[in-house]
């Protein structure tokens, strides 16, 4: 069964730092893996989705890679701003067409 | 081009009621996935739908039912309603033929049990 786990579970920086979300997931026998961000009691919007064959994938000030092998994701956000304040999910998507998601990092970026 | 929305907003119901969530997918998807997020966790995979049969099923009691539309809109039922069943349900579209795609999530419905 697969499983996703984030780290920090948590993180609180000043604006302008430069930060890392870390994802870890079981089973590398995955399609794809996507990056989320949602704001407090809305839905999920799609930042970046990593393809397995790909290694990293960017959008603006985001950057995530990916490592199938040993089974990581990182997401880095460049010259964090309060705006990015936000809860950001990995999911992995398998064989199924089913997305498993990790818990989640809830980010605070302080002006 | 609308994306995934959903029916209602906000819900409250009592102990042993049923309800039913609404959700019509992104234009152009025929693939529908439920989810149900309890308050600080990850969403978790509840069914998906295709040709109006579910395809894949998570984890859940067979409480929570579902149904898909031929126009590829999509219900998702619960029966018997615990406390545990508050939640946010999101619901995703895809297409299935293309395989490998994002998942586009509406805004979800928030789900209160009293």
């Known amino acids: 069964k697969q499983e996703v786990t984030q780290i920090p579970a948590a993180l609180s920086v000043p604006e302008g730092e430069n930060l890392v979300l870390n994802c870890s997931f079981t089973d590398s026998a995955i399609y794809n893996l996507q990056w989320f961000r949602q704001d407090p009691g809305k839905g999920l919007t799609s930042l970046l989705l990593i393809q397995s064959s790909q290694r990293e994938q960017t959008s603006g000030r985001l950057n995530a890679s990916l490592d199938k092998s040993s089974g990581r994701s990182t997401l880095y956000i460049a010259a964090s701003q309060p705006g990015d304040s936000a809860t950001y999910l990995c999911a992995v998507l398998d064989a199924g067409n089913m997305l498993t998601f990790g818990g989640g990092t809830r980010l605070m970026v302080k002006p | 081009d609308a994306g995934v929305t959903q029916s209602p907003t906000h819900l409250i119901k009592t102990r042993g009621q049923q309800v039913t969530l609404r959700c019509s997918p992104k234009?152009?998807?025929?693939?529908v996935s439920w989810y149900q997020q309890a308050l600080g966790q990850g969403p978790q995979f509840i069914f998906q739908?295709?040709?109006?049969?579910e395809r894949q099923r998570g984890n859940f009691p067979d409480r929570f039912s579902g149904h898909q539309f031929p126009n590829y809109s999509s219900e998702l039922n619960v029966n018997a309603l615990l406390l545990g069943d508050s939640a946010l349900y999101l619901c995703a579209s895809t297409w299935w033929g293309f395989g490998n795609q994002p998942q586009h999530f509406g805004d979800g419905t928030r789900l209160s049990i009293l």
């Open positions: 739908y295709y040709e109006e049969e």
């Open positions: 234009s152009g998807h025929d693939t």
